[in-house]
């Protein structure tokens, strides 16, 4: 049960920017949302994560609405490298991250 | 550079046999997690270890088996029990709290 919930697929216009949704309308208050993505052949490469603020980094944002219920992570311009499963977690204390099936991104040049 | 390094990228095995999938750390991290992932599947987790000389069962633990004796290793042994061995298995590590985590780029199991 990976207590998320993510389009199984999206598409995306290269250089354009992508907005992958998340719903996690269980989250209770100390749950962290963490982000990874997945290329094809390789293992997970974390990507963000956040509490309750919106977040940036050179990879991507993190948007959270404020009743923490959802949130979606924006790469700001796609690239044909940003094509990969991306995953939403909750991190949950110290228990081990529960993967989901994610979604899988597609880029069109 | 510190990294996490699976070994060997891809390996062969007859039925019937044990085998060991090996999984070494240098980010001084405390916690390493092994997990299977099936074809156009998530990830399931097998076991995970928080400290040396400590570990616990996941959700798939059946017909695997796992040692930490040292900070830095954390080897998988895929046991002649597991009934569906051939897999991409992946290992992990973080610092133990709320961190991410830094994955090796796996190993692929093929039992013949």
């Known amino acids: 049960d990976a207590k998320t919930t993510q389009p199984n697929s999206m598409e995306s216009n290269e250089e354009e920017p992508v907005h992958l949704p998340c719903n996690h309308s269980?989250?209770?208050?100390?749950?962290?949302i963490h982000w990874y993505r997945q290329l094809p052949s390789q293992g997970p490469e974390y990507v963000i994560h956040?509490?309750?603020s919106n977040v940036n980094n050179r990879m991507a944002s993190l948007a959270i609405a404020e009743d923490r219920k959802s949130s979606t992570l924006i790469l700001h311009r796609a690239t044909l490298r940003d094509a990969a499963v991306y995953y939403c977690?909750?991190?949950?204390?110290?228990?081990?991250?529960?993967f989901g099936k994610g979604t899988r991104l597609s880029v069109i040049a | 550079d510190g990294g996490i390094t699976q070994s060997p990228k891809y390996l062969f095995r007859k039925e019937g046999q044990n085998v060991t999938l090996s999984c070494e750390q240098n980010l001084n991290h405390d916690a390493m997690y092994w997990y299977r992932q099936d074809p156009g599947q998530g990830l399931r987790l097998i076991y995970y270890s928080q400290i040396v000389n400590d570990f616990q069962k996941g959700d798939i633990a059946e017909g695997y088996s796992v040692s930490r004796e040292k900070k830095e290793s954390f080897p998988l042994t895929v046991t002649s029990a597991q009934k569906n061995p051939t897999a991409f298995y992946l290992c992990?590590?973080?610092?133990?709290?709320?961190?991410?985590?830094?994955f090796g780029s796996g190993t692929r199991l093929t039992v013949v």
């Open positions: 956040g509490l309750t």
């Open positions: 977690i909750l991190s949950i204390g110290n228990t081990p991250l529960v």
């Open positions: 269980t989250i209770s208050g100390t749950d962290y």
């Open positions: 992990a590590s973080s610092t133990v709290g709320r961190q991410g985590y830094t």
